[in-house]
Each structure stands twice: as C-alpha cells, then as structure tokens.
C-alpha cells in the first residue's frame, strides 16, 4: 500500500509560478512511475506529467516547456515545477503513482491563477 500526499497549490497570478510536491509512504519503491494529473470544473481528469523510475518523462502539450517533472528518490516526493502560469492551468491537481498491480491517487490540492 502506498499513501500519496500533494502540498504546493495556491492562488498565483498569470505569469508566476508555484511548485507543487508530493509524498510518497508506504512501499514507494515498488513505484514504476509517478505523475501529476489535473482536473478542472466541468472537464475530464487529464494527465499533466509522468515519471518513470527510469527518467523517462512526459508532458501534455499544454504545458510542454512551461511545468517540469523531477523526483527526489532520496526523500521519495515528485515535483511539478510550473512556471508562466495561465488561468487556463486552474484546477485541482492530483498525484498519481503506478505499481505493478495497483494505482494510487493522492487528495488533490487546488491551483488558481487569477489576477
């Protein structure tokens, strides 16, 4: 069982930046990739960016070149730095981490930018 907990969300204005973190417990190194999803009010959940144990990372087009994905193995957290925020990046956002057999979602933590 891994547990997954996000920090890091808050209000921000367009153009700044904020990173988000999240936590890993449990048997995090059982882990093949780790990523960040989004959900925004009346939209399907959809994938930001993804890890893998092996450095291999993805990045919707949305955000390819403004958010990076990176991992501290040491402290077992993911990171989503974003920068040059816009308000279409409101929404909640999730981790997500996969193993062998199972999926685990984190609570969500709730990014706004907004003058």
């Known amino acids: 069982q891994v547990q997954l907990v996000e920090s890091g969300g808050g209000l921000v204005q367009p153009g700044g930046s904020l990173r988000l973190s999240c936590a890993a417990s449990?048997?995090?190194?059982?882990?093949?990739?780790m990523g960040w999803y989004r959900q925004a009010p009346g939209k399907e959940r959809e994938l930001v960016a993804d890890?893998?144990?092996?450095?291999?990372?993805y990045y919707a087009d949305s955000v390819k070149g403004r958010f990076t994905i990176s991992t501290d193995n040491a402290k077992n957290t993911v990171y989503l730095q974003m920068n040059s925020l816009k308000p279409e990046d409101t929404a909640v956002y999730y981790c997500?981490?996969?193993?062998?057999?199972?999926?685990?979602w984190g609570q969500g933590t709730q990014v706004t930018v907004s003058s």
């Open positions: 890890i893998t144990r092996i450095g291999v990372t």
């Open positions: 997500n981490a996969a193993g062998p057999y199972s999926v685990y």
């Open positions: 449990g048997s995090p190194l059982s882990l093949n990739a």
